[in-house]
């Protein structure tokens, strides 16, 4: 039997600390949500891997690095309203989760969003609500989001998200005309006033909808 909880530790040191990711709460999630879970039987084993794995339907688990950046890059802190674009295999809402925010997570994949509802059912995770839809439109009835994390890259930044953004807020968002490499793009709202700054480069799947590809 593998002790899953020290590759965890190990993931966190050498990937997330090493690399300069500091928030207490961000790195106490990573330590928590069992990401072996995550992903299918076959894989366990690499997913504390410092890569993305496969999680069916063309569709991946990022990497443990990318996740608790952005998990930092948010600048949350508990109470706090958050809506992810692209639940995918949950980790990333769990991580949120766990770092005391309010999940709402949105994803278009039928399959997937069954499968994650029932994982996160039965990792106990009952307060992240979860909706199977195009989420490039946002969760209107559920808005204002204090955070909203995109986590699959569009060509352009979806005008209904914006709207829903609370103000104060902070909205974060892989963008790019190049599907293989977007620029990860955090968008404030302060004040009446929105402000974009680039945080550097990533690679996502597709963002897919109305207001993506
Ligand atoms: N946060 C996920 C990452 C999954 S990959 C995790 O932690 O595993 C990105 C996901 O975004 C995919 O599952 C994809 O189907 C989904 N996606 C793409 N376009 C979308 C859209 N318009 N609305 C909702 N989900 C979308």
Request: net charge neutral; no cysteine.
């Amino acid at each position: 039997m593998v002790d899953m909880r020290r590759n965890r530790e190990r993931m966190v040191r050498e990937q997330i600390e090493a690399r300069g990711v500091t928030d207490p709460r961000v790195l106490a999630a990573m330590r928590k949500v069992p990401r072996h879970r995550f992903v299918q039987e076959a894989l366990r084993l690499q997913s504390y891997e410092d890569h993305p794995l496969p999680i069916g339907y063309g569709q991946t688990i990022s990497q443990p690095y990318i996740v608790a950046h952005m998990s930092e890059k948010l600048e949350a802190a508990p109470g706090m309203s958050v809506l992810e674009i692209g639940t995918g295999s949950g980790f990333q809402a769990a991580v949120l989760s766990e770092m005391g925010l309010d999940v709402y997570s949105v994803e278009r994949i039928r399959e997937l969003h069954f499968a994650t509802q029932s994982l996160l059912r039965e990792l106990r995770y009952y307060r992240i609500r979860l909706k199977l839809d195009d989420g490039t439109m946002g969760w209107p009835e559920m808005g204002p989001f204090d955070r909203i994390i995109v986590t699959a890259g569009g060509p352009t930044i979806p005008e209904p998200l914006v709207h829903q953004l609370a103000d104060p807020g902070v909205l974060l968002i892989p963008v790019g005309k190049n599907k293989r490499m977007q620029q990860l793009v955090r968008i404030r709202k302060q004040d009446g006033d929105v402000t974009l700054e680039k945080l550097g480069g990533v690679a996502f799947v597709d963002l897919v909808g109305t207001h993506g590809w």
